[in-house]
């Protein structure tokens, strides 16, 4: 009788288990719907303001004119030889992801080595408390920690965080800026890529912007004015078009970390519904041997009785 009570509270503790997963399913559903729309919005209003900087150069950036226009800005100026380089790890500050967390880690310990053997120094600025204790667990410095990021974060937020990383750049703290995150790719398909965010080149401007040179009338002038100059509205343009591709980086990031958490939690409930069908079926058989067992005592109790 005890081994049947015993197969009663498993089956009981993991229907309790099977709720949670499900609603948390359910819960990170909802929120890759909503950080999908918050997505393709930045994807959509860093195209916008990509299509701005051939209009402010007058030229297209990979244009022998555009490019050294460009690089009089200090965030896409060169700075010398490269010994040091900051990697901003995007993680997230939640488990039960999946590999999610894991996969960005080891990314970046990978990332680490291969820089050591260029001889560079590699400094990290993490984001996301899961990154943060791994590193800090393993004693690896951190030169800035980003412990809090969630799906409602502002692009105010945002903003403090990337002008930190410009003033720090421009102290000449590091040389250069790499971005680790996630793609999101499909619902079940992400990869961790890096990409170089500081400093800003020519490559990067032209990313995300359909048109190769400024917008012309039909004689052959572009069709904007800019005022007051062209090195004060590309002094503008440049660091919201870094700040915009960072928030879109961490949308992402937060998207392919939902995407992994549905998938978890709907594998873990499809374990836990098999889970309670084979507890379920030990239990029939063991409480029909024990019914069995019953009524062979009684029976041969009964004709001992007869005896």
């Known amino acids: 009788m005890a081994k049947t009570r015993e197969i009663r509270k498993r089956i009981t503790s993991v229907r309790n288990i099977h709720k949670i997963t499900r609603t948390m399913e359910r819960v990170a559903q909802s929120k890759a719907m909503k950080l999908t729309g918050r997505f393709d919005d930045a994807r959509s209003f860093r195209a916008h303001i990509g299509r701005l900087l051939p ?92 412990p809090e990021i969630e799906e409602n974060m502002p692009f105010a937020h945002v903003d403090e965080i990337a002008q930190g990383v410009f003033d720090r750049y421009l102290a000449g703290e590091f040389e250069a800026v790499e971005v680790i995150s996630t793609r999101y790719r499909t619902k079940v398909a992400q990869d961790v890529a890096a990409w170089p965010f500081l400093p800003f080149t020519v490559a990067a401007a032209a990313a995300g912007a359909p048109h190769k040179g400024p917008t012309l009338g039909p004689d052959l002038n572009p069709l904007y004015i800019v005022e007051p100059d062209r090195d004060r509205v590309i002094g503008l343009i440049v660091p919201l078009l870094l700040k915009v591709e960072l928030f879109r980086t961490i949308l992402e990031a937060m998207l392919s970390e939902q995407a992994q958490r549905s998938i978890a939690m709907r594998s873990a409930s499809d374990n836990a519904d098999s889970m309670t069908k084979r507890l379920t079926r030990t239990y029939n058989r063991v409480r029909q041997a024990q019914i069995t067992n019953e009524m062979i005592e009684i029976i041969s109790g009964s004709e001992g009785g007869r005896t």
């Open 55 to 146: 209009e402010a150069l007058g030229v297209s950036p990979g244009a022998q004119e555009g490019a050294e226009r460009l690089l009089r800005h200090p965030l896409a100026a060169a700075r010398g030889p490269v010994k040091r380089v900051l990697l901003f790890v995007i993680t997230s500050s939640r488990g039960l992801c999946g590999g999610y967390n894991a996969r960005v880690i080891q990314f970046t310990v990978a990332r680490m080595a291969a820089l050591k053997a260029e001889g560079k120094e590699p400094l990290l600025a993490v984001m996301g408390r899961k990154g943060l204790a791994y590193f800090r667990y393993h004693e690896i410095p951190v030169a800035i920690a980003m």
